[in-house]
């Protein structure tokens, strides 16, 4: 590999990626994301589980393992299906407000992320045959595939996290940036962001992207129903690299922000060339990593499952869908 200080600068390594079209292939295509550095760096089998196990696990003619990987890997804690609820509904107010002008009303916001709650309850509860034939289709909460039930404590507790992460979004200094502002630009949501890093396909999911049209500013927003961690920053100037790409303007025009929404704080961020330069390092550093499990790099094919070890940390196990398939073997 050649030494980071010997490649050109960001701006000849960073392009908008064009998707193919969707094919079954015996390997799946090789991405970089955080949330895949994440896992990786948490635990190998998990990841192997996750990335390589699982690739096409939706056909009724593979393997027992891909399909009970396949069908794992679609399982989702009722914290993290609640934050995606929550994270939903806000991108839908953003956007419906940028159409009508009407501030939402925090208790309508609330009963919209409830009821995506229930659904998701209902389909764990009453359709966990369908869920296990077409897990795609159905969602199944880790809580109740563990143990039969979610107890009452919990779906209380996450309700009232619930009103009080829409509360704070609607007081949140991103959306009144929005009502304030009425020449603010909201650029149109999108779930699957991508740019060429390196040759290699990297996703930058965040959440939302204004534009000011007389500074010619762009703010990235990540709405966090959860608490603040070191990596945050490192996730947002991810998020920075696809505006910088997408956008073809300069570091100095963008800032990253995260929401905090169960403290109701915001973090704001001017990053620095130095700072995109070394989250690339970064990236490159973690792509390489991952590369290591690799048998062959040039169709991403794994190597075999041995060679990706469990964690020895107990910690890491707790909140895992994979577990039985690390019992099982």
């Not at 990841?47 to 390589?52: D, L, N």
């Not at 916001?109 to 209902?122: D, S, T, W």
């Not at 800032?255 to 990053?271: D, H, M, P």
């Amino acid at each position: 590999m050649y030494e980071y200080t010997n490649r050109p600068t960001y701006a000849q390594f960073l392009k908008k990626d064009v998707n193919s079209l969707f094919q079954i292939t015996d390997f799946p295509e090789f991405s970089w994301s955080y949330s895949r550095h994440r896992m990786v760096t948490q635990c190998n089998r998990k990841y192997a589980y996750h990335y390589y196990v699982s690739h096409n696990g939706w056909l009724d003619s593979a393997s027992a393992q891909s399909q009970s990987a396949y069908r794992l890997k679609k399982v989702s804690t009722l914290s993290m299906y609640a934050g995606q609820a929550v994270r939903q509904v806000i991108t839908e107010a953003i956007s419906d407000y940028t159409s009508t002008k009407l501030v939402p009303n925090e208790q309508n916001l609330a009963e919209k992320v409830q009821q995506l709650l229930n659904n998701a309850l209902r389909d764990s509860t009453d359709y966990g045959e369908l869920w296990y034939h077409k897990p795609a289709q159905y969602k199944m909460l880790l809580e109740f595939y563990e143990n039969g039930y979610i107890s009452k404590k919990d779906l209380k507790d996450m309700q009232k996290r619930v009103h009080i992460c829409v509360h704070h979004f609607l007081q949140s200094k991103s959306f009144g940036d929005i009502v304030s502002s009425p020449f603010l630009e909201v650029e149109p949501h999108q779930s699957f962001r991508s740019i060429n890093v390196y040759d290699h396909k990297v996703y930058a999911p965040f959440h939302s992207l204004f534009k000011n049209p007389v500074t010619d500013e762009f703010t990235i927003v990540d709405w966090k129903t959860s608490k603040q961690t070191k990596d945050d920053l490192f996730q947002l100037a991810i998020y920075a690299l696809y505006v910088l790409a997408e956008y073809n303007i300069s570091v100095d025009q963008i800032k990253v922000r995260n929401e905090y929404l169960l403290s109701g704080s915001a973090r704001t961020y001017q990053l620095t060339l130095h700072e995109i330069e070394a989250v690339l390092q970064q990236v490159d550093t973690s792509i390489d990593y991952m590369k290591t499990f690799l048998k062959d790099s040039e169709v991403n094919q794994p190597l075999p499952l041995e060679h990706f070890p469990q964690s020895d940390t107990p910690a890491s196990c707790h909140g895992c869908a994979f577990k039985e398939l690390c019992q099982t073997g």
